[in-house]
């Protein structure tokens, strides 16, 4: 009985210290077959894409034939976007989005990794990512740091 209280008292400890930090996990997903316009601005930073007029502004559609091809259908009435458009280079980049931390202050980081190939190619893209997340954390401040 004594190790069933010791087990329960030292479970609650680690969960009272793991809710402590003030970091949540966010969930997300990514909208795919998209591609940043090259009549569009680069922006400065991320974008952040309340409307399907916003995102036409910037990105179209880029459908290809079989599974998975369609673009992603984005419910601007219970989503937004967060874009992240990179420079365009001749240098293959992946952008992947590890995870999105909210602090209890009403604020989302976006924790990225980005890994660029030394080797240059024979062609030019512009690397980019988009994420859609739940409309409930649009008000809240978005940052971004890489790891």
């Known amino acids: 009985m004594r190790l069933h209280s010791l087990i329960t008292l030292l479970a609650a400890g680690l969960l009272t210290a793991s809710c402590a930090t003030g970091n949540h996990a966010v969930s997300f997903s990514e909208a795919r077959n998209y591609f940043f316009r090259n009549d569009a601005r680069q922006p400065a ?5 309340r ?5 036409e502004q910037c990105f179209g559609e880029a459908a290809f034939m079989g599974k998975g ?3 992603t259908k984005i ?9 992240k458009v990179l420079p365009v280079t001749n240098h293959s980049t992946d952008i992947s989005l590890l ?20 080797t240059p190619q024979s062609y030019s893209v512009q690397p980019m990512k988009l994420v859609v997340l739940d409309k409930k954390y649009e008000g809240y401040r978005i940052s971004e740091r890489q790891e």
């Open 51 to 55: 409307s399907q007029a916003e995102l």
């Open 45 to 49: 930073g991320l974008l952040i894409i």
């Open 75 to 83: 419910d601007f009435n219970k989503r937004f976007v967060v874009a």
């Open 69 to 71: 091809g369609e673009p």
């Open 99 to 118: 995870r999105i931390e909210r602090s209890d202050d009403k604020r989302l980081t976006l924790v990225w990794h980005i890994a660029v190939k030394p």
